[in-house]
């Protein structure tokens, strides 16, 4: 059982984000969907929380209402093995939102993520400083979408 569940607060659209990520992440489901009834603070039949799990992760989107947004103070990291993960997740989430620095994106709920090459990680964790320094340059220059060869050729001194 998880213990720690990340609750997302949406102003209404908590059920068609649940469904957009699961249909970005390939392996998710909706697994219960609560409305308000007659005597609730919202219109009664509209979704209230929907918990949904994407890749075995539990998430709850709440449809609170306007009151609060996402900040880059929260995101969610995604560790990609290839170019092509990297460019499956950033493609997908990006559209309809915006691009920010050093691999974050806005997804179009204003969700901030960052699309992360696993290789970037031992890049920059590398023993040796020059190449770890060269690296987190790299990193530091990108606005938008990692492109791993790039980094590795900076990583190598090329």
Same mark, same amino acid.
Request: charged content about 25%.
């Given at each position: 059982?998880?213990?720690?569940? +990340? ?15 699961? &249909?970005?992440?390939? #392996?998710?489901?909706?697994? #219960? ?6 005597? &609730? +603070? ?11 799990? /994407? ?37 997908? /989430?990006? #559209? ?8 974050? /994106? %806005?997804? %179009? ?17 590398? +023993?040796?400083?020059? %190449? ?12 938008? %979408? ?11 001194? &090329?």
């Amino acid at each position: 059982m998880q213990r720690i569940t +990340p609750n997302l607060w949406f102003d209404t659209e908590a059920e068609e984000a649940a469904n957009f990520y699961i &249909a970005v992440f390939g #392996e998710g489901r909706i697994t #219960e969907v609560a409305r308000y009834g007659p005597d &609730a +603070p919202g219109p009664e039949g509209q979704v209230m929380t929907v918990a949904f799990e /994407l890749q075995g992760q539990r998430f709850v989107g709440i449809n609170g209402g306007p009151e609060f947004s996402f900040t880059e103070a929260v995101s969610f990291e995604i560790t990609c093995k290839s170019q092509e993960e990297v460019d499956h997740y950033w493609d997908a /989430l990006v #559209e309809g939102g915006q691009a920010a620095p050093c691999g974050w /994106l %806005k997804d %179009k709920y204003g969700l901030s993520w960052q699309v992360t090459p696993t290789e970037l990680i031992e890049m920059i964790t590398d +023993p040796d400083p020059a %190449k770890a320094q060269r690296a987190m340059q790299a990193m530091l220059a990108t606005f938008g %979408k990692f492109d791993i060869a790039e980094l590795r050729a900076a990583y190598d001194g &090329a």
